[in-house]
């Protein structure tokens, strides 16, 4: 029995500012080398949201989940966590405000300590962890009725916790 989703960034903003500005910049910068203006250090700063947008395009949201507890990760900057059940008191899946409760989406560690941290790609769904320790987790989902059908039947099994 095992839950498996991997979540990438699907802001339409990232797919059509990104890009659009990559090509303005390109544009300029082979205007600036036609006119015989070379290119400076300014071109450094004219890369960074090609920059970006390679990184937005790589980066994604992996989560496992199975009896022995949770895996996440956020690719390339994390190898990931595992978290086994044995360290969490509850685990739901809830609807929430990315930018009232946690200031937006991505790598959120340590926003507050009401809500604790979180990482999201989009949407506002997400897997609620509430830890023995006091501490809260929330993990991002875009299929909320399937990890909570998948919880529910782990709480049958007797493997998490009351939800």
Do not use: C, H
Not at 111 to 126: H, P
Request: charged share 20%.
């Amino acid at each position: 029995m095992q839950y498996t989703e991997s979540q990438k960034f699907g802001k339409w903003v990232l797919w059509v500012v990104l890009p659009a500005t990559v090509a303005f910049t390109a544009f300029s910068m082979i205007l600036s080398f036609k006119r015989g203006e070379g290119i400076g250090w300014e071109a450094l700063f004219e890369l960074i949201p090609f920059a970006l947008m390679v990184i937005f395009f790589i980066l994604r949201l992996d989560t496992t989940i199975n009896e022995e507890g949770i895996f996440f990760r956020f690719y390339p900057f994390q190898k990931g966590k595992f978290i086994p059940w044995t360290a969490i008191e509850k685990a739901y899946v809830r609807k929430y405000n990315p930018i009232s409760e946690y200031g937006g989406w991505g790598l959120r560690t340590g926003w507050s300590k009401k809500t604790g941290g979180a990482y999201n790609t989009t949407g506002d769904m997400g897997l609620q962890l509430e830890y023995k320790d006091g501490k809260r987790f929330l993990l991002g989902t875009q299929r909320a009725d399937e990890l909570r059908a998948f919880m529910e039947g782990l709480y049958k099994s007797g493997v998490v916790l009351p939800l």
